[in-house]
């Protein structure tokens, strides 16, 4: 079999996980390794008057104990944001200090105040409960809202009123003034897009060495980004130089986005290593990674709709409120702004959008990027202004968005559709995911079905969300231009061995979406050579020349891409090789099945032969180098557009406001397909995230910023018995500007799906007459106390 695009491939890595063979950062041993725990603070906002650590040093296994004042003294810098997104008037964004740990006061709970050095985990832990920390609490606030009005504590004094930036994206606000002026129904929501916690199987972990023989640095982490790790550690952190500088990211068990970013307890072990001349090992627990671990989404909203008679969009205006928490994460400003803000058209043709994005300080865990990253918090802004709008106009939610759909266009023959708000899509058929969906969910049917429960007391509803998304995250002139502070491309470097056995180095690095069997399947389809001829290596800069990781769906749109561009020039050099082995012209040669055949005539050589010959060039064309090695650095020309419709059907039991989930429909399009099995895995996984946002899932800070439910005791995650079987199909509208067509699937089923749960609640709670939003997530006692009033 040398055809595997588009077929269902078992997971070739997946033998070594199912078995325990899986090499995770804190299965790493290293000789002499010294372990670290970190005191942090109990207190969301408190100003730090002393440390004793006197009695924790002389406990047994205790080698070092740093405090902030250390690392200030030494002259480090902090953890930088890599992007800026200024205010809409021109003033510079506000970038207050991140240090590794802080020495003046914490500003969030959890913040580091000092990290113990032992011999044993067990014995920094136990360590740590000896530090006296002298706090002076201070007033705090974990509202992004409430944070920039008069009196709110300050969190940084170099941001006056909390404001990060304000940021203003679309159609003058004067042009949406007119046009809402002429809107024949405006539908109005507030709402909040609630704080989420990444909660990946596997905490984060950083192992930092120091070798004084040759001067060189290594850090193994848990990390989505190994390169811009390094990039960050060394140009902005460190000072360190990036040649003495290697930074592996092995095994990976989940990250969500959450593990993108460089945190300070990378930079944190390799400072402790150079100064104590042993490798330092971090490895968080549970409780600490709920209150480090960035967490996503804290939006505060007023969005504003307005429709003709007929119900056409007119103008769509909104106000949102980014919580960025107490500092600036890697990709922060750029989720609330370039990640939400531009995707504001949505599916809908809306002549004139207006977004104003306020980014707030708090006194709470920072913020970034988590599954869908601004993506879903834009979807379910706009889906449940068209189910509300629906609801107020009188007319059928599933007919609404069709009578609104940006016409079909295939992005090839017809440039793609421009938005109001700076992105062009790509390629696109709207109307077909949805029309699917109704045929697959039997929409007639149902609503019959609904009506006759309704008589008997029973609570059904129906909930539709339709979504766009932009993947494949690039190009780099173009994200420069958004406030990108690194190049968002991706390297592909494909290694032939003198056997035809072929390496391949990505910078693109999994973390459970299997990289190692959907690139070889790219692999060995192109060349047609067997799939165990294949080998991915990802996730070591050292091995890697350089990449920008995996996230926002672009390991395949980018990643893959740039694979491909270094395989078309093996298979040109190849074509030189056999047209001299062969006795014929280049021209004259036709590659496929892995072999390059003379046209009309069975004189062929195979893939092999000629990687040998490439190698032992005794017979060689003059002027051609020998070794088949390429590296291709893919800069894409577009984001991609991946889009979709979801479904769901709840029960709502009138006694006790649970939800049960009782049907979930999802039609995707992610373009072309190179393994479906590990697509629908993305599809299904991203569904369950986004099913848990909108019925289970919310970070809950308290007056005084305590985050006061940071543990599976408390923060409720989906469990396999909460979520349905899933029904998936999908419709194929290929990327016309890369190689492989792909869009991305990653991050889909979190985009569409909390939406499509909510409106199906709402849906299910019309005999109540509850028309606006209610508060996410959707538990028993919030859907109960609503039904009561």
């Not at 968002?488 to 032939?496: K, N, P």
């Not at 005791?713 to 290929?734: C, G, H, K, N």
Request: proline fraction near 5%; charged fraction near 25%.
């Amino acid at each position: 079999m040398t055809n595997y695009i588009g077929k269902a491939v078992k997971r070739v890595e997946d033998k070594r996980f199912l078995t325990g063979k899986g090499r995770y950062t804190d299965d790493i041993v290293l000789p002499g390794m010294l372990y670290a725990y970190i005191v942090r603070s109990p207190y969301a906002h408190a100003k730090i008057n002393n440390i004793d650590t006197s009695r924790a040093e002389k406990m047994d296994g205790v080698v070092k104990i740093y405090t902030g004042k250390d690392i200030a003294e030494s002259g480090i810098n902090g953890i930088p944001t890599g992007w800026q997104v200024n205010f809409k008037n021109g003033e510079t964004m506000k970038e207050p200090p991140h240090p590794l740990l802080v020495a003046d006061k914490a500003r969030y709970m959890g913040d580091g105040v000092a990290v113990v050095i032992a011999e044993s985990r067990e014995e920094a832990r136990d360590a740590a409960d000896e530090i006296d920390v002298d706090w002076e609490e201070l007033p705090a606030v974990a509202n992004a809202k409430k944070a920039t009005e008069d009196g709110a504590p300050l969190v940084h004094d170099e941001a006056p009123n909390n404001k990060c930036f304000d940021w203003e994206l679309g159609n003058p606000k004067e042009e949406v003034d007119k046009a809402m002026k002429q809107a024949h129904h405006i539908t109005t929501l507030e709402f909040t897009n609630q704080r989420v916690i990444p909660n990946a199987m596997e905490t984060r972990a950083a192992i930092g060495q120091y070798e004084e023989a040759t001067g060189k640095y290594t850090l193994y982490t848990t990390s989505q980004n190994p390169h811009l790790t390094r990039l960050l550690l060394c140009a902005f952190v460190l000072g360190i130089p990036e040649h003495r500088v290697r930074v592996v990211a092995p095994d990976v068990g989940g990250g969500f986005g959450s593990k993108i970013f460089h945190y300070a307890e990378e930079a944190l072990m390799i400072w402790c290593s150079e100064r104590l001349k042993r490798p330092v090992k971090w490895t968080s627990d549970r409780s600490e990674a709920f209150m480090t671990d960035a967490h996503g989404r804290d939006h505060i909203s007023k969005a504003e709709m307005g429709f003709d008679k007929e119900g056409n969009v007119l103008a769509l205006r909104v106000k949102t409120h980014a919580n960025l928490g107490a500092y600036l994460s890697t990709f922060a400003p750029c989720v609330p702004t370039w990640l939400h803000g531009t995707l504001m058209q949505g599916l809908y043709v809306t002549p004139k959008i207006n977004v104003d994005v306020t980014g707030v300080f708090t006194n709470t865990v920072m913020v970034d990027a988590y599954r869908g990253a601004g993506r879903p918090e834009a979807t379910y802004l706009l889906e449940r202004l068209m189910d509300t709008a629906a609801l107020e106009m009188d007319m059928d939610p599933a007919e609404l968005r069709l009578k609104n759909f940006i016409p079909p266009f295939d992005g090839v023959e017809q440039p793609g559709y421009q938005t109001q708000v700076a992105l062009q899509y790509d390629s696109g058929n709207y109307h077909a995911v949805l029309k699917r969906a109704l045929e697959m969910v039997g929409y007639e049917k149902f609503r019959k079905e609904q009506a006759e429960a309704r008589k008997e007391g029973k609570l059904l509803g129906i909930g539709f969300s339709t979504y766009i998304e932009a993947c494949g995250i690039a190009p780099s002139a173009v994200v420069g231009a958004l406030g990108a502070r690194a190049g968002l491309y991706e390297v592909g470097q494909v290694r032939v061995q003198p056997t035809g056995k072929v390496s391949v180095f990505t910078g693109a690095h999994s973390h459970g979406q299997g990289h190692e069997t959907t690139f070889a399947q790219v692999v060995a389809d192109r060349l047609g050579i067997p799939l165990d001829d294949v080998e991915i290596i990802h996730g070591d800069s050292d091995s890697v020349a350089f990449g920008m990781g995996t996230y926002g769906s672009r390991s395949l749109a980018v990643g893959g891409s740039a694979i491909v561009k270094s395989l078309d020039k093996i298979i040109e050099k190849g074509a030189k090789i056999a047209a001299h082995k062969l006795e014929a012209s280049e021209e004259d040669l036709e590659f496929a099945e892995g072999k390059w055949t003379v046209k009309g005539t069975d004189k062929s050589i195979a893939f092999g032969d000629v990687a040998l010959t490439a190698y032992v060039p005794h017979d060689y064309p003059e002027g051609v180098e020998p070794g088949m090695d390429f590296s291709s650095f893919y800069d894409p020309a577009n984001f991609t557009y991946p889009y979709g419709a979801h479904v769901a059907i709840v029960e709502v039991d009138r006694d006790t406001g649970h939800t049960k989930l009782k049907r979930f429909i999802a039609v995707d399009d992610v373009g072309n397909v190179i393994n479906p099995m590990i697509v629908d895995g993305q599809i299904h996984g991203g569904l369950a995230q986004g099913i848990g946002q909108a019925l289970f899932e919310g970070a809950m800070y308290d007056e005084d910023a305590q985050l006061i439910n940071g543990s599976y005791m408390d923060y409720t995650m989906p469990r396999a018995d909460d979520l349905p079987s899933f029904e998936i199909d999908r419709t194929v509208t290929p990327c016309p500007h890369n190689p492989l067509g792909v869009k991305g699937a990653g991050e889909a089923g979190c985009i569409g799906s909390t939406p499509a749960v909510v409106n199906a609640v709402m849906d299910a709670l019309r005999p109540f007459g509850i028309k606006k939003d209610l508060e996410m997530p959707l538990t028993p006692e919030r859907v109960w106390r609503h039904m009561q009033s």
